[in-house]
């Protein structure tokens, strides 16, 4: 196999075209509720333990280092809002994306991509039905609905595990952690929370379902897709963090400021 | 009745690498055509591009005026329905049992009810003899089933056009003739065109109306069974005949040291041309031709030997 230049250029193009597809296909009837239903449980039955296991150390740690930093501010009362802040906007779609990616995607990619290989997929074009339609399109909703409400119950296992930390092992002030949390933080910042969370599941899930739909070489192909569909979609979900992030903050300035 | 499939002067290649150039050839609509070719010529991949799976750098395939190469992807979804394929490995979605998976295509393109699929599925599964095995799922049945099961799914819509990815491999030579009755029986029941990839010798000798030979990136010859069964065509007689004296060498092509020496070497004579597989019946399907007609009509004497029991009729 000889690799030119471009061939990374190519792969990016055919994975936005593939992103493309997917969106034309979400609006084309028959929608799959049948299909989508199985995936949305599927998703949410490998990711649920994993993710609650994830968000209370994850709470915890926040909680350690916030806690260590404001009070060489002096500014304990803000513990609560910080943690918050950190939990919210940041720590819970990330985390829930890193599961969704690593648990949902890789299992999406791996049914996909054996599909191909035992030309499932191709049999399915042969029979009249396109497979981004059938088997694709549900699987992004679904990853995305489990990604949204996952967020949500990451965001609460976080900041419950920061207010444990913080009350019984910092000796916090349980009335002035909760208290504070709306010193700083407001509620647009668990909308773009959620946000995020959607974005980050849609693009796990149409990266985990290109590569599975691209998979070839037998059965090393899939473990092949399989693992470079981790790997992209963990580094498009850091520029996509990024990116809504600082627009976040162009459109909703932080509170105060 | 068949569908004819023109093909003109198709060409693909993967990257830099040419997989076949400047095929064309016409598969006479409700006969039977056998693609041949030494392993990794391309033969899946020519199977694929009529379909319109992979797209051809160059050509046509043409299929009731409508050219698969350049039309739109409704168009595509439209004429594929004319197709019925049996992959490889006979393709069947591993969520579903076989029952589903025939029944799959009716569920999806006609309003029947549960009960008029039901019968048709039955009469499928009753042809490819899987009777009694409806209910089991794809991963729990011998490859030589899955390849039945494929087939009862890819006639459930009455194809005009059947192709068919190496009925053969991984059967045994006994299924294998099964298989091979299965289909000349459904030629002559229904006529669709059909296209049988493969590279098994016995098959591609007996079975076919028309064979069809890829090799080094070319199409080296196409034409009736008794045509290439006759021919000289160095290719075309080591392949047939399945020799190790001739152009084909191990991997690719022989080079020019090994092939000068072989060139005191005599070839083995033509061995006799077989009569074809007869239909159940024992009658001649439409498309077929009596033994012999086509050496008559070009004036080749078939090697010696040819069609010795090719009684009419009988079997």
Same mark, same amino acid.
């Given at each position: 196999?000889?690799?030119?230049?471009?061939?990374?250029?190519?792969?990016?193009?055919?994975?936005?075209?593939?992103?493309?597809?997917?969106?034309?296909?979400?609006?084309?009837?028959?929608?799959?509720?049948?299909?989508?239903?199985?995936?949305?449980?599927?998703?949410?039955?490998?990711?649920?333990?994993?993710?609650?296991?994830?968000?209370?150390?994850?709470?915890?740690?926040?909680?350690?280092?916030?806690?260590?930093?404001?009070?060489?501010?002096?500014?304990?009362?803000?513990?609560?809002?910080?943690?918050?802040?950190?939990?919210?906007?940041?720590?819970?779609? #990330?985390?829930?994306?890193?599961?969704?990616?690593?648990?949902?995607?890789?299992?999406?990619?791996?049914?996909?991509?054996?599909?191909? #290989?035992?030309?499932?997929?191709?049999?399915?074009?042969?029979?009249?039905?396109?497979?981004?339609?059938?088997?694709?399109?549900?699987?992004?909703?679904?990853?995305?609905?489990?990604?949204?409400?996952?967020?949500?119950?990451?965001?609460?296992?976080?900041?419950?595990?920061?207010?444990?930390?913080?009350?019984?092992?910092?000796?916090?002030?349980?009335?002035?952690?909760?208290?504070?949390?709306?010193?700083?933080?407001?509620?647009?910042?668990?909308?773009?929370?959620?946000?995020?969370?959607?974005?980050?599941?849609? #693009?796990?899930?149409?990266?985990?379902?290109?590569?599975?739909?691209?998979?070839?070489?037998?059965?090393?192909?899939?473990?092949?897709?399989?693992?470079?569909?981790?790997?992209?979609?963990?580094?498009?979900?850091?520029?996509?963090?990024?990116?809504?992030?600082?627009?976040?903050?162009?459109?909703?300035?932080?509170?105060?400021? | 009745?068949?569908?004819?499939?023109?093909?003109?002067?198709?060409?693909?290649?993967?990257?830099?690498?040419?997989?076949?150039?400047?095929?064309?050839? @016409?598969?006479?609509?409700?006969?039977?055509?056998? &693609?041949?070719?030494?392993?990794?010529?391309?033969?899946?991949?020519?199977?694929?591009?009529?379909?319109?799976?992979?797209?051809?750098?160059?050509?046509?395939?043409?299929?009731?005026?409508?050219?698969?190469?350049?039309?739109?992807?409704?168009?595509?979804?439209?004429?594929?329905?004319?197709?019925?394929?049996?992959?490889?490995?006979?393709?069947?979605?591993?969520?579903?049992?076989?029952?589903?998976?025939?029944?799959?295509?009716? +569920?999806?393109?006609?309003?029947?009810?549960?009960?008029?699929? +039901?019968?048709?599925?039955?009469?499928?599964?009753? &042809?490819?003899?899987?009777?009694?095995?409806?209910?089991?799922?794809?991963?729990?049945?011998?490859?030589?089933?899955?390849?039945?099961?494929?087939?009862?799914?890819?006639?459930?819509?009455?194809?005009?056009?059947?192709?068919?990815?190496?009925?053969?491999?991984?059967?045994?030579?006994?299924?294998?003739?099964?298989?091979?009755?299965?289909?000349?029986?459904?030629?002559?029941?229904?006529?669709?065109?059909?296209?049988?990839?493969?590279?098994?010798?016995? @098959?591609?000798?007996?079975?076919?109306?028309?064979?069809? &030979?890829?090799?080094?990136?070319?199409?080296?010859?196409?034409?009736? +069974?008794? &045509?290439?069964?006759?021919? *000289?065509?160095?290719?075309?007689?080591?392949?047939?005949?399945?020799?190790?004296?001739?152009?084909?060498?191990?991997?690719?092509?022989?080079?020019?040291? *090994?092939?000068?020496?072989?060139?005191?070497?005599?070839?083995?004579?033509?061995?006799?041309?077989?009569?074809?597989?007869?239909?159940?019946?024992?009658?001649?399907?439409?498309?077929?031709?009596?033994?012999?007609?086509?050496?008559?009509?070009?004036?080749? @004497?078939?090697?010696?030997?040819?069609?010795?029991?090719?009684?009419?009729?009988?079997?």
């Amino acid at each position: 196999m000889t690799v030119s230049a471009t061939a990374p250029l190519k792969q990016a193009g055919s994975l936005f075209a593939f992103a493309l597809d997917t969106g034309r296909a979400t609006f084309r009837r028959p929608f799959q509720v049948k299909e989508f239903l199985q995936q949305a449980w599927f998703v949410a039955s490998v990711t649920i333990i994993p993710t609650a296991l994830v968000a209370i150390p994850f709470g915890a740690v926040i909680a350690l280092q916030v806690g260590g930093l404001i009070k060489q501010f002096g500014a304990q009362a803000f513990t609560g809002s910080a943690a918050v802040l950190a939990v919210v906007r940041e720590a819970s779609p #990330i985390a829930t994306a890193l599961l969704i990616a690593g648990a949902g995607g890789s299992a999406i990619c791996a049914d996909l991509g054996s599909r191909k #290989i035992r030309e499932e997929l191709d049999a399915m074009m042969v029979l009249g039905i396109d497979p981004i339609q059938r088997l694709v399109v549900p699987r992004v909703l679904a990853t995305m609905l489990v990604a949204f409400f996952l967020n949500g119950f990451v965001s609460v296992v976080g900041v419950m595990g920061g207010y444990v930390f913080n009350v019984v092992l910092q000796d916090g002030t349980p009335g002035s952690y909760i208290a504070s949390f709306t010193a700083l933080a407001h509620l647009p910042d668990l909308w773009q929370g959620q946000a995020k969370a959607l974005v980050f599941g849609a #693009i796990a899930a149409i990266v985990a379902s290109y590569k599975g739909c691209n998979a070839g070489g037998g059965p090393k192909g899939v473990g092949d897709a399989v693992n470079q569909s981790v790997v992209i979609t963990f580094m498009l979900l850091f520029v996509a963090n990024f990116s809504m992030t600082a627009i976040y903050f162009q459109l909703v300035p932080p509170k105060g400021a | 009745m068949g569908v004819e499939v023109r093909v003109e002067g198709l060409t693909k290649s993967f990257g830099s690498q040419l997989i076949w150039g400047d095929v064309s050839l @016409t598969l006479p609509a409700g006969e039977i055509c056998v &693609m041949l070719g030494p392993s990794g010529t391309g033969k899946s991949v020519f199977l694929k591009t009529l379909i319109g799976l992979l797209k051809p750098d160059k050509g046509h395939v043409y299929i009731e005026g409508t050219d698969i190469a350049t039309c739109s992807e409704r168009e595509l979804y439209d004429v594929r329905r004319l197709f019925g394929v049996l992959f490889q490995d006979g393709a069947m979605f591993g969520s579903m049992n076989l029952y589903d998976n025939v029944a799959f295509p009716l +569920r999806e393109h006609t309003k029947k009810s549960e009960s008029d699929i +039901r019968s048709i599925v039955m009469e499928k599964m009753e &042809m490819v003899g899987l009777v009694g095995a409806e209910k089991k799922l794809p991963g729990e049945i011998s490859g030589g089933m899955r390849k039945r099961a494929g087939l009862a799914r890819a006639l459930v819509l009455d194809p005009q056009i059947l192709l068919v990815d190496e009925p053969d491999s991984g059967l045994d030579p006994v299924r294998t003739s099964f298989l091979n009755q299965v289909m000349i029986d459904l030629n002559e029941a229904f006529s669709p065109t059909f296209l049988i990839v493969t590279h098994d010798v016995n @098959t591609a000798r007996t079975v076919p109306d028309n064979i069809g &030979m890829l090799y080094h990136r070319h199409l080296a010859m196409f034409g009736p +069974r008794e &045509m290439l069964l006759s021919s *000289e065509e160095p290719v075309v007689r080591q392949f047939l005949n399945a020799q190790m004296v001739g152009p084909i060498g191990m991997s690719e092509e022989k080079d020019a040291d *090994e092939l000068a020496a072989e060139a005191g070497q005599e070839l083995p004579p033509l061995p006799p041309i077989p009569i074809q597989q007869l239909p159940s019946s024992g009658m001649l399907r439409p498309t077929q031709r009596e033994p012999g007609a086509w050496c008559r009509e070009h004036g080749i @004497t078939p090697p010696p030997g040819s069609f010795a029991t090719a009684t009419v009729g009988a079997r």
